[in-house]
T-cell receptor
């Protein structure tokens, strides 16, 4: 079974530029998550999708971050414009619906904002 | 805000020794999970313990949960170099499929 795929793996941009990350979850997983992990900290949930609907985006900085999961499969997270403090690893995870509580994580995208 | 806090923040032991990491949390939970993260990689699920369980085993891993103290511990027995990683506890939040992670314990196994 293929795992969660993410691209790109690394990205370096200058502040005020825009950037987009892509995630393809495990086949059949209805729930998709985006996390931000700053160096030395645990992952922080940014947004959670159930199929193509948003379940929780309470910690998403909506003035600059946006995410979509149009067909209920893969997802894109965008930052526009980026700030220095956005430098982090962006992790995508998925889980099946219902009583499945285990989340399966992708390798992450490491973002450096200069 | 982060629900769980791991202790210690860093742990360095010799190969073959046991490693114990602790996690404390603040609110009631349905379950608690432990994840491992190797340097530069994604997180890997290790074990889940439900609020009505007190202890759970998986291979060399032993997890305990004390809901009265709002704490959990992860024991890795007979440690190996490959166990070098960061370990995070994560708790559910509000009964939804939302995990809140602690800061993690950085474990180093010395050969």
């Amino acid at each position: 079974e293929a795992g969660v795929a993410q691209s790109p793996r690394y990205k370096i941009i200058e502040k005020r530029q825009s950037v987009a990350f892509w995630c393809n979850p495990i086949s059949g997983h209805a729930t998709l998550y985006w996390y931000q992990q700053i160096l030395g900290q645990g992952p922080k949930l940014l947004i959670q999708f159930q199929n193509n609907g948003v379940v929780d985006d309470s910690q998403l900085p909506k003035d600059r971050f946006s995410a979509e999961r149009l067909k209920g499969v893969d997802s894109t997270l965008k930052i526009q414009p980026a700030k220095l403090e956005d430098s982090a690893v962006y992790l995508c995870a998925s889980s099946s619906s219902g009583h499945e509580e285990t989340q399966y994580f992708g390798p992450g995208t490491r973002l450096l904002v200069l | 805000s982060q629900q769980g806090e791991e202790d210690p923040q860093a742990l360095s032991i010799q190969e073959g020794e046991n490693a114990t990491m602790n996690c404390s949390y603040k609110t009631s939970i349905n379950n608690l999970q432990w994840y491992r993260q190797n340097s530069g990689r994604g997180l890997v699920h290790l074990i889940l313990i439900r609020s009505n369980e007190r202890e759970k085993h998986s291979g060399r891993l032993r997890v305990t949960l004390d809901t009265s103290k709002k704490s959990s511990s992860l024991l890795i027995t007979a440690s190996r170099a490959a166990d070098t990683a960061s370990y995070f506890c994560a708790t559910d939040w509000g009964g939804a499929q939302k995990l809140v992670f602690g800061q993690g314990t950085r474990l180093t196994i010395n050969p």
